[in-house]
């Protein structure tokens, strides 16, 4: 069944009450929120949504340094994508740049140079 909706609800995104708003295809719809409450989650899931909270914790990170956040600009212009995404994929891929400005200025500091930096 096709709604039309009210001109001022047409941008909402996200949850009202039990009800989910969202666009997809350019266009508003909207969805019962499902209930998730009685979902047991397997090891891995559980796993794998840890894992991405991690690179989600670290793409904060990231764009709250303002050297970082340059280079993911830099990416994300050239592949198309957002920043924060790129960051979100190098941290899957194992590419961490924060952790290597670290140990750079971890060398600096103490004078030993590291291979890793």
């Known amino acids: 069944m096709k709604v039309e909706l ?3 609800v047409d941008k ?3 949850k009202i009450g ?3 708003y969202r666009v997809m295809y350019g266009k508003q719809t909207v ?3 499902p ?3 009685d979902v047991k989650w397997s090891k891995a899931q559980k796993a794998n949504r840890e894992r991405f909270a991690e690179a989600i914790h670290y793409a904060r990170r990231a764009m709250a340094d303002p050297k970082v956040r340059a280079h993911y600009e ?3 212009k050239k592949a198309g994508r957002q920043p ?3 960051a979100i994929s190098d941290f899957f891929e194992g590419k961490n740049l924060l952790e290597k400005k670290e140990i750079m200025q971890h060398s600096k500091a103490t004078g030993i140079k ?3 930096a």
Do not use: I
């Open 84 to 86: 924060f995404r790129v």
């Open 74 to 76: 830099k990416a994300g």
């Open 18 to 20: 039990k009800l989910t």
């Open 6 to 8: 009210n001109p001022t």
């Open 12 to 14: 909402y995104r996200g």
């Open 35 to 37: 209930d998730m409450s």
């Open 114 to 116: 590291n291979s890793q």
């Open 31 to 33: 969805m019962k929120t």
